[in-house]
């Protein structure tokens, strides 16, 4: 369904630590704007009943039942997009606007 890089994980795990959120899951959200581009937020929170819950690389996500179409497939990364600013990046094949990264 969702799946972390080796880098998001880090980055994560190293955010839950400096908040005291290490108890908890890690949620993602999306929503698709009027422009029809994909809005995503991402933050720390407790499961609730209905959730979808996903373990990557040993972090777990938990994503609302509306959410899961959208989502399924993706991946987070977290990059230097530019020199010493790293990003969360959102890799998401349900996105009309994404374009896969070209193999070398």
Known sequence: ???LSPEAVKQINYSAKQSNSENM???IAA???PDESIDYGM?????KDDDIHVTSHGVEIVIAPSNAELLNGMQVDYVELEPDHFHFIFK???DPKYKPPKEQ
């Not at 933050?43 to 499961?47: K, P, R, V, W």
Request: hydrophobic share 35%; with cysteine; charged share 25%.
């Open 92 to 94: 998401n094949p349900n």
């Open 25 to 27: 899951c890690l949620r």
């Open 43 to 47: 933050g720390f929170d407790d499961a």
């Open 1 to 3: 369904m969702i799946t």
């Open 31 to 33: 929503k698709v704007s």
